[in-house]
């Protein structure tokens, strides 16, 4: 079956720009979660997902930073008037079960392949 | 809050050769481990996990890491490699309860010479 997607794969951004980074999880996942991984570094949490309801978004780094998920199904990462430091690569994981999954099974994340956001 | 550490950046190690890539993590509660694999342009691949049970876990490919919990480390091994593992390798650390957020190490760059 398909795997995660994301859309574009590579954007290219004027500073002060808004974007917009898609990502289609896999059919059914109750859980998205978005990461965001600088260049040499590891993945960071960024939000969660479960279905609509945005759960956490701790890992958000301004305000100008907005994920929705109005359906449950695809989400978009909108980054508003972006600055060179927003440059990373963002990648979406959705895995099959919520919050109310059973107590301490274990909720396997499926990653996208990412878009890579430059700023100039 | 969980903390992962990777202290090398890169390996690099000859065709055949053994090589451990190290990792240590912090937890105040019960935590999942992993390994997972980038190969250049490709997405987060999972190689092997740590959930519960035995301490010694394995992938399909030939690379094996321990739990142990006293040292509070995962390393990666492999007894011998091959230049398709040429790869950048992330350690990560989830709790065992709620939604499971990944945390990451800042990943060892694996470099794989004939």
């Known amino acids: 079956g398909a795997g995660v997607s994301q859309s574009p794969r590579y954007k290219v951004a004027k500073r002060g720009q808004d974007v917009a980074l898609r990502c289609d999880p896999i059919s059914g996942h109750v859980s998205l979660f978005w990461y965001q991984q600088a260049l040499g570094q590891g993945p960071e949490f960024l939000t969660y997902?479960?279905?609509?309801?945005?759960?956490?978004k701790s890992g958000l780094p301004s305000d100008r930073f907005f994920a929705e998920r109005p359906e449950g199904s695809v989400s978009t990462l909108k980054i508003q008037r972006t600055q060179q430091e927003d440059s990373a690569v963002y990648l979406c994981a959705s895995s099959p079960m919520g919050l109310a999954g059973a107590y301490r099974s274990y909720n396997e994340q499926f990653f996208g392949p990412g878009t890579r956001l430059t700023v100039l | 809050a969980q903390s992962v550490t990777q202290l090398d950046s890169q390996v690099p190690v000859f065709e055949e050769a053994p090589v451990e890539l190290r990792c240590n993590y912090s937890s105040s509660v019960s935590v999942y481990l992993f390994w997972y694999v980038q190969y250049p342009n490709q997405g987060l691949q999972l190689l092997l996990k740590?959930?519960?049970?035995?301490?010694l876990v394995e992938s399909i490919n030939g690379f094996e890491a321990e739990f142990n919990k006293s040292q509070t480390s995962f390393h990666l091994r492999k007894p011998s490699v091959h230049i398709s593992d040429t790869a950048e390798y992330f350690c990560a650390v989830s709790g065992d309860t709620g939604f499971q957020k990944l945390v990451f190490g800042t990943g060892t760059r694996l470099l794989v010479s004939p």
């Open positions: 997902f479960q279905n609509e309801a945005q759960l956490d």
């Open positions: 740590y959930l519960s049970g035995s301490t």
